[in-house]
Protein backbone atom coordinates (compact mmCIF):
# COMPACT_ATOMS: atom_id res chain seq x y z
CA UNK A 1 0.00 0.00 0.00
CA UNK A 2 1.47 3.32 -1.09
CA UNK A 3 1.35 6.49 1.18
CA UNK A 4 1.18 9.46 -0.36
CA UNK A 5 1.77 13.18 1.09
CA UNK A 6 0.83 16.31 -0.59
CA UNK A 7 2.55 19.30 0.05
CA UNK A 8 2.77 22.93 -1.85
CA UNK A 9 -0.96 24.60 -1.34
CA UNK A 10 -1.54 27.97 -0.25
CA UNK A 11 -3.36 31.21 -0.81
CA UNK A 12 -2.80 33.08 -3.86
CA UNK A 13 -3.90 35.99 -5.94
CA UNK A 14 -5.12 35.61 -9.64
CA UNK A 15 -2.56 35.49 -12.27
CA UNK A 16 -0.24 33.35 -9.30
CA UNK A 17 1.69 30.10 -9.26
CA UNK A 18 2.09 27.60 -7.26
CA UNK A 19 3.87 23.98 -7.05
CA UNK A 20 2.06 21.03 -5.17
CA UNK A 21 4.57 18.03 -4.74
CA UNK A 22 3.06 14.78 -4.04
CA UNK A 23 5.63 12.15 -2.03
CA UNK A 24 5.10 8.99 -2.01
CA UNK A 25 6.11 6.05 0.43
CA UNK A 26 5.72 2.66 0.73
CA UNK A 27 6.80 1.21 -2.41
CA UNK A 28 7.96 2.76 -5.69
CA UNK A 29 6.15 4.34 -7.94
CA UNK A 30 8.36 4.06 -10.94
CA UNK A 31 5.88 1.74 -12.47
CA UNK A 32 2.81 3.56 -11.94
CA UNK A 33 0.94 6.22 -13.54
CA UNK A 34 0.00 8.94 -11.24
CA UNK A 35 -2.38 11.70 -11.36
CA UNK A 36 -3.45 14.69 -9.81
CA UNK A 37 -7.42 15.70 -8.86
CA UNK A 38 -9.58 18.61 -7.00
CA UNK A 39 -12.26 18.98 -4.99
CA UNK A 40 -13.88 22.33 -4.40
CA UNK A 41 -16.56 23.26 -1.63
CA UNK A 42 -20.05 21.78 -2.85
CA UNK A 43 -18.60 20.16 -6.02
CA UNK A 44 -17.61 16.16 -6.68
CA UNK A 45 -14.37 15.63 -7.11
CA UNK A 46 -12.74 16.27 -10.91
CA UNK A 47 -9.88 15.15 -12.52
CA UNK A 48 -6.69 16.94 -13.27
CA UNK A 49 -3.77 16.04 -14.41
CA UNK A 50 -2.09 12.20 -15.18
CA UNK A 51 1.38 11.01 -16.51
CA UNK A 52 2.55 7.98 -17.45
CA UNK A 53 5.11 6.00 -14.96
CA UNK A 54 7.75 6.69 -17.56
CA UNK A 55 7.07 10.66 -17.67
CA UNK A 56 6.83 10.39 -21.69
CA UNK A 57 2.94 11.07 -21.80
CA UNK A 58 0.77 13.54 -19.84
CA UNK A 59 -2.72 14.18 -19.57
CA UNK A 60 -4.89 17.38 -18.44
CA UNK A 61 -8.42 18.57 -18.06
CA UNK A 62 -9.40 20.88 -20.64
CA UNK A 63 -10.08 23.48 -18.03
CA UNK A 64 -5.94 23.57 -16.63
CA UNK A 65 -4.57 22.87 -20.17
CA UNK A 66 -1.93 25.02 -21.21
CA UNK A 67 -1.65 26.57 -17.41
CA UNK A 68 -0.80 23.84 -15.11
CA UNK A 69 2.07 20.92 -15.73
CA UNK A 70 2.51 17.69 -14.27
CA UNK A 71 5.68 16.16 -13.81
CA UNK A 72 7.83 13.58 -11.96
CA UNK A 73 11.19 12.13 -10.24
CA UNK A 74 11.14 8.72 -9.74
CA UNK A 75 14.24 9.10 -8.08
CA UNK A 76 12.67 10.89 -5.28
CA UNK A 77 9.42 8.83 -5.71
CA UNK A 78 7.73 12.52 -6.15
CA UNK A 79 4.88 13.91 -8.45
CA UNK A 80 4.63 17.46 -9.00
CA UNK A 81 1.89 20.01 -10.51
CA UNK A 82 3.11 23.64 -11.77
CA UNK A 83 0.30 25.51 -11.69
CA UNK A 84 0.38 29.09 -13.15
CA UNK A 85 -1.83 31.66 -14.17
CA UNK A 86 -3.91 30.82 -11.23
CA UNK A 87 -7.49 31.67 -11.58
CA UNK A 88 -10.52 31.83 -8.52
CA UNK A 89 -12.14 28.92 -9.78
CA UNK A 90 -9.10 26.85 -9.39
CA UNK A 91 -10.01 27.15 -5.53
CA UNK A 92 -9.93 23.42 -4.36
CA UNK A 93 -8.38 21.20 -2.31
CA UNK A 94 -6.31 19.10 -4.47
CA UNK A 95 -5.43 15.36 -4.21
CA UNK A 96 -2.39 13.05 -5.32
CA UNK A 97 -3.35 9.43 -6.73
CA UNK A 98 -1.92 5.90 -7.88
CA UNK A 99 -3.88 3.54 -9.71
CA UNK A 100 -3.95 0.05 -7.61
CA UNK A 101 -2.32 -1.22 -10.48
CA UNK A 102 1.33 -1.06 -12.54
CA UNK A 103 1.73 -0.19 -16.12
CA UNK A 104 -1.85 1.24 -16.38
CA UNK A 105 -3.38 4.52 -17.35
CA UNK A 106 -4.85 6.48 -14.97
CA UNK A 107 -8.31 6.77 -15.48
CA UNK A 108 -9.85 10.48 -15.04
CA UNK A 109 -12.82 9.25 -13.54
CA UNK A 110 -12.59 9.71 -9.84
CA UNK A 111 -14.57 7.24 -8.06
CA UNK A 112 -12.06 4.28 -9.48
CA UNK A 113 -10.79 2.79 -6.59
CA UNK A 114 -6.91 3.36 -6.40
CA UNK A 115 -5.09 5.45 -3.18
CA UNK A 116 -5.37 9.40 -2.48
CA UNK A 117 -3.41 11.84 -0.43
CA UNK A 118 -5.33 13.64 2.45
CA UNK A 119 -5.42 16.37 0.41
CA UNK A 120 -3.63 20.54 0.29
CA UNK A 121 -5.71 23.40 0.10
CA UNK A 122 -5.30 25.70 -3.08
CA UNK A 123 -6.92 28.99 -2.32
CA UNK A 124 -6.76 31.76 -5.11
CA UNK A 125 -8.22 35.24 -4.31
CA UNK A 126 -9.23 37.70 -7.29
Known amino acids: QVQLVESGGGLVQAGGSLRLSCAASGRTISSYSMGWFRQAPGKEREFVAAISWTGGSTNYADSVKGRFTISRDNAKNTVYLQMNSLKPEDTAVYYC???????????????????WGQGTQVTVSS
Open 97 to 115: AAPRLRYVVMSTTPSVDRS
